[in-house]
């Protein structure tokens, strides 16, 4: 039996099997089991900022691994504090952080969050908006707006009411005095890398504070460098009450994060909530590693390249780009986004059919001017075998 197939027999088949069985990376090459090299595109899924095997990352989590793996909570650790002060320092505004183990796990965070808000102060209902995307734990899957990966897993503990994304008359009708937070992602990761109309966040800023919910940002797919700045908000000029983070933060290890803003960073009161892994010493070196590594200047330079060299390709399947920064999706005329896919594959490029019509492309934030020409150079060709 080869890989692919004891991959399906040991697997629960809720994946189904991936196309390519990767064996090692360097930088933002992977090679398969074959040892065929592919330029990775997809980073993981926003995750491997750092590309891979990093000195950096490499160094950080050796050094870490070998001199304290694990405390749990019951004992603190330097990294841990040097982490959460280097979040709050990248964020410039007083904060407090939660440190978990993924982007699901950092939005049960905030979703209990704002449940000790609703108790304070007798509000009864969420909104969130339609495809978007918080996670499979079911906190974070009853915020998320895409029926087809929520409805059969219902009914779920709380009230949800979803918005159309990026409609700011629906957002302001949606959220009255009884609303208790509102869960928004800057840009729609998983609906299709989708930014909202210009304005939109801060509506939805003005919106929750004239009525009292909070805001929570959803920045686990847009932080971290990814659009070209730390955080997706911080472009929006608007401070969210809750923020999460778990992606790209690590760099390939498991981390994730809440932080809550001015009062609503104290919520919770000793004994709420707590992890056992979540914060260890290992993945806050990595994040450490990360947050040292990211080159804001070198994202915004090589993503203009990559958008300008897209926007200009003329091919008959190429609707048009969409996205900020290392984060774009190719939207296609056809809903043939999984055979773009595959004739990249073949062609050396690892990128992700997102939607049936658009294909997410998240390299690592360290990918070259060099690499970047040499995609663009090869879509026209991947377009015409898709
Ligand atoms: C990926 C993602 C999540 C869930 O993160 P996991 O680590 O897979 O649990 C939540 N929200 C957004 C916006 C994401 O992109």
Not at 205 to 224: F, H, K, N, P, Y
Request: charged content about 20%; proline content about 6%.
């Amino acid at each position: 039996m080869n890989l692919y197939e004891r991959f399906e027999k040991a697997f629960m088949p809720n994946y189904g099997v991936p196309p390519v069985a990767l064996a090692r990376g360097e930088g933002c090459t992977v090679w398969d089991v074959d040892g065929k090299p592919y330029l990775d595109l997809i980073g993981g899924i926003a995750v491997s900022s750092l590309g891979h095997a990093h000195p950096a990352l490499v160094e950080a989590v050796s050094r870490q691994v070998a001199t304290l793996a694990h405390t749990s909570n019951l004992f603190l650790h330097e990294p841990e504090v040097l982490l959460a002060e280097k979040l709050l320092d990248l964020l410039g505004a007083p904060a407090r952080v939660f440190l978990c183990n993924s982007g699901t796990e950092a939005n049960e965070a905030a979703y209990k969050l704002c449940v000790k808000y609703a108790k304070a102060t007798g509000r009864s209902y969420f909104v969130a908006a339609e495809n978007g995307f918080h996670g499979r734990t079911i906190g974070a899957l009853s915020l998320t707006g895409k029926p087809s990966i929520r409805e059969q897993f219902g009914p779920f503990p709380v009230d949800v009411r979803f918005v159309p994304y990026g409609d700011a008359d629906a957002l302001k009708n949606a959220v009255t005095d009884d609303c208790i937070a509102v869960f928004l992602e800057p840009t729609q990761g998983e609906a299709g890398v989708v930014p909202p109309p210009e304005g939109y966040f801060q509506a939805a800023r003005e919106i929750t504070s004239a009525a009292g919910a909070l805001l929570v940002a959803d920045e686990i797919q847009s932080a971290i460098g990814r659009t070209g700045h730390w955080f997706a908000h911080q472009a929006e000029g608007v401070t969210p009450d809750v923020l999460t983070l778990a992606k790209g933060l690590g760099g390939g290890l498991p981390i994730g994060a809440c932080v809550g803003f001015g009062e609503h960073g104290t919520l919770f009161e000793k004994g709420d909530h707590g992890s056992t892994f979540g914060g260890n010493p290992v993945s806050c070196a990595a994040a450490l590693a990360v947050l040292g590594n990211v080159d804001l200047e070198h994202v915004r330079e090589v993503a203009a390249r990559l958008r300008g060299g897209l926007e200009a390709i003329r091919h008959p399947l190429l609707k048009g780009v969409r996205g900020r920064g290392l984060w774009l999706a190719l939207v296609l005329h056809e809903p043939v986004s999984a055979g773009v896919q595959k004739a990249a594959q073949d062609a050396g490029f690892l990128v992700n059919a997102l939607q049936p019509d658009a294909v997410r492309l998240a390299p690592p934030l360290v990918i070259t001017a060099e690499q970047v020409q040499s995609f663009v150079d090869a879509l026209p060709g991947v377009l015409d075998h898709a």
